[in-house]
């Protein structure tokens, strides 16, 4: 799959729901990540920071309401939509998973195609260019669907890798990314990229920004990485 397409974590003990779940997310388009228990979601969480997790409650290990705790308690990962899906149907269970910090509840048996749709729905909202969606930061202005991006009333032109940096950078501006988060998120995992090469790629994007002129927008944080902002 080629990068920048969304990140989905599957956080499912039962192999025939991962199965359907992984296969009806691949359909549509998403990059699909796998954990089997709460810890191994826990690990991935850091490692990947996935764009939405759909986390099942009832899991070995750590349960779902834990990963949902500890995930939602942290900064770097607090603004990731979770799914969470449950047997349970009470109304006090409902509230506590909501209360944990889950964005959404669905009960099983669900319906795959409305879980399609609430999958959609978050990430919308965390990935707006994934979506077709205009983005503006200050006076720079990032058409995903057209492709094109503005500084002011000039247009800036831009390599695809740097196009999908901008993208990165702003969906979440103010957020710092690690090298390695970049690596992942626009140039993916099934190539191997010296991180080195983000350096020349930021440097790029930073060059085609600041070409007419103003503030530099891009912040460079000394062992830690990248902000827009």
């Not at 009470?90 to 909501?98: F, S, Y």
């Not at 930061?137 to 695809?160: A, N």
């Not at 993208?167 to 390695?180: H, I, Q, T, Y």
């Not at 995992?189 to 600041?210: C, F, M, P, Q, S």
């Amino acid at each position: 799959m080629s990068a920048g397409k969304p990140q989905v974590l599957v956080v499912e003990d039962e192999p025939a729901q991962r199965e359907v779940l992984a296969y009806n997310l691949e359909a549509e388009g998403f990059i699909v990540r796998i954990a089997e228990d709460g810890e191994e979601a826990l690990m991935l969480i850091d490692e990947v920071a996935p764009d939405v997790i759909v986390l099942d409650w009832m899991l070995p290990n750590v349960s779902g309401i834990e990963v949902c705790r500890q995930t939602k308690t942290k900064a770097a990962t607090r603004n990731i939509p979770i799914i969470m899906l449950s047997a349970r149907s009470e109304e006090v269970d409902r509230v506590r998973g909501l209360e944990t910090g889950a964005d959404d509840y669905v009960i099983k048996p669900y319906s795959v195609v409305e879980l399609m749709a609430r999958v959609r729905t978050h990430l919308r909202r965390v990935r707006p260019t994934t979506m077709g969606q205009v983005l503006v930061y200050g006076d720079i202005t990032l058409d995903s669907e057209t492709h094109r991006v503005t500084r002011g009333e000039h247009p800036i032109k831009l390599g695809p890798t740097e196009f999908k940096l901008l993208a990165s950078f702003m969906e979440k501006p103010g957020r710092v990314w690690s090298r390695d988060l970049l690596l992942d998120r626009v140039w993916g995992r099934e190539i191997y990229v010296d991180t080195r090469t983000v350096d020349v790629h930021v440097g790029r994007l930073r060059k085609a920004l600041n070409q007419f002129g103003g503030d530099d927008p891009l912040r460079t944080i000394r062992g830690a990485g990248y902000a827009l902002g």
